[in-house]
């Protein structure tokens, strides 16, 4: 079921005006216990913020190192402090094999936290995500924001 049309028990509506703003809230969202078994898709267009909210969310986890953008893998793979993080990125997305040849299933089967851009991309072959962010670019580095959450998971981390 892709977000859109996927149930929506609660949403919230913010603005990031600078891109310290994303960095405050990956910080808090960081902080919750139920992000460790959360699916959350990022919605919005090309440079809209949704690599760069993983990077500031994978940081606040503790992730050290280089974190790519998994736009030509699909997917990049990390552990940290006994949570395994998938990041996946469907923009290129063609062809279902190369879902099944990933082990993609396998990966939102196991446990963790895994985080999706261009789901819409991936539609049908995902499950239903705790929680969307719809990022929409205002100016420079202002962000209007919507998040929805679609499972009682997803409104903890709503709150
Ligand atoms: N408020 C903000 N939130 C997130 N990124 C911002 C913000 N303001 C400016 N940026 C910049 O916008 C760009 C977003 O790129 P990226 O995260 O790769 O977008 P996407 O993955 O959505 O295509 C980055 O260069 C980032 O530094
Ligand atoms: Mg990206």
Known sequence: ?????????????????????????????????????????????????????????????????????????????????GLAISHFDFYRLTDKREWADAGMRDLFAAPGLKLAEWPERAAGALPLADLSLFIEPLDNEGRSLRIEAHTALGLELLA
């Open 1 to 81: 079921m892709s977000a859109r049309h996927a149930p929506i028990l609660g949403s919230r509506l913010c603005s990031w005006p600078d891109e310290a703003a994303c960095t405050a809230y990956a910080a808090t969202l960081a902080l919750h216990p139920a992000l460790r078994n959360a699916y959350i898709e990022l919605h919005g267009p090309l440079g809209a913020g949704k690599t760069t909210f993983v990077r500031q969310l994978l940081r606040a986890l503790g992730v050290a190192g280089r974190i790519k953008s998994p736009t030509y893998a699909v997917v990049e793979l990390y552990e940290q402090d």
